[in-house]
């Protein structure tokens, strides 16, 4: 009976021990510490043959046992055997929850699809049209504008006779230019090649421009400095511009005073 009570005290102690350090006391431990304490001492009981032998002065089994048994080894084995399976219950690492691996390629997965909103009575069926930004309105010219643009263009029309090229001074009229004295626009074209074929050091000065505008028509007035060859002399003379789908082009040229260019 003294080793029974010794190995459930040691195993109880055991495990108040193990507590302490940490370790976890569930119904699965000490299930096992009970079954290995009956376990124990069954096989003690066994090692004597006590449970075998015969009644001798009217004491039982049990009683044989306690007087004959000499020997002294079974009550550390139970114990150690009790100390051993509690410690294992324990201490024993905690399973790892299960994470879910993810699905092999190819297996389709659910797809969850949200609810669709139900339609609102009345509301229309698609959405209404994103009006689309008013296309910026082109800044309207002003007469500032318009005189910068015409003082340029008298500026490239002298540049061009002074270096008598011929494409970009014809360029600066209109189309159908013509002086009052000269009966088209192709014999004043004629006229104008000879002049600039036949002009030796030739120079063009503008000086005193003044530039005033009317809508689509403009009209600048300046004193102009010629010289050519034994030629030099001064006019005052007046251009009327036109402006069309390529800007400023003179349609009237005017010399205001005695001289000829």
């Known amino acids: 009976m003294f080793i029974l009570i010794a190995a459930f005290g040691a195993t109880f102690a055991a495990m108040a021990l193990m507590l302490s350090l940490g370790g976890r006391l569930t119904a699965e431990t000490l299930a096992i510490a009970l079954l290995v304490l009956v376990l124990g001492f069954i096989v003690v009981l066994f090692s004597a043959d006590s449970l075998r032998a015969r009644p001798v002065g009217g004491g039982s089994g049990f009683q044989l046992f306690t007087r004959r048994h000499s020997r002294r080894w079974p009550l550390p084995v139970v114990l150690l055997c009790s100390l051993l399976a509690v410690a294992y219950v324990a201490f024993r690492p905690a399973p790892s929850p299960a994470v879910a691996s993810p699905p092999p390629a190819g297996v389709a997965t659910d797809v969850v699809t949200p609810p669709s909103v139900p339609a609102v009575p009345g509301a229309p069926d698609t959405p209404a049209p994103v009006a689309a930004p008013a296309p910026a309105t082109p800044a309207v010219p002003t007469a500032a504008d318009a005189r910068e643009e015409v003082t340029a263009a008298v500026e490239a029309w002298r540049s061009a006779w002074a270096a008598r090229d011929l494409p970009r001074y014809l360029a600066a009229y209109t189309p159908d230019f013509h002086p009052a004295d ?19 050091g030739l120079r063009v000065q503008i000086e005193q421009l003044e530039v005033s505008t009317e809508g689509e028509r403009a009209t600048a007035r300046f004193l102009q400095r010629y010289r050519a060859g034994a ?5 005052h003379k007046r251009l009327v511009f036109v402006r069309g789908a390529d800007g400023w082009k003179i349609g009237e040229e005017t010399v205001e005073t005695a001289g000829k260019p």
């Open 182 to 200: 000269v009966t088209s626009h192709e014999a004043w074209v004629s006229q104008r090649k000879d002049r600039l074929r036949n002009a030796r």
């Open 231 to 235: 030629l030099d002399d001064q006019v």
